[in-house]
């Protein structure tokens, strides 16, 4: 019976379940990431398929990501986002101590949409 309702919670847990705590040590952690743009309203679309209109904040994964923006008549816009790993030293200079978390670079993510050229119309031959 006990093998039975350790068996059912594996299926039930969100993350799954591996040899004990590893489950919790391979899922990838997440970071709020903002988001904007001008003008404001553009969707936006991450590397990993999240997406949001700006201006917004999404939970990503902590990874190299891009962003791609996109708004009616304007060009899209492709920003690469790095994950910046937490420094080794605090700001004093001195070892140790609590280390601060990663951060993402740009922080926020902001594009600046150039209008699309309107399309051409064909020539009309007299």
Known sequence: MGRIVAILACGLAVAGCASGSDALKSATPTLTLQFESEPAGAEVKTSGGQTCKTPCALAVPAADLVATYSLKGYKPQT??????????????????????????????????????PPPRRPAVNP
């Open 79 to 116: 920003v690469p986002v790095k994950l910046v790993p937490p420094d080794d030293v605090r700001a004093d200079g001195e070892a140790g101590a609590a280390t601060p978390a990663p951060r993402f670079n740009p922080s926020p993510v902001f594009a600046e949409l150039e209008a699309a």
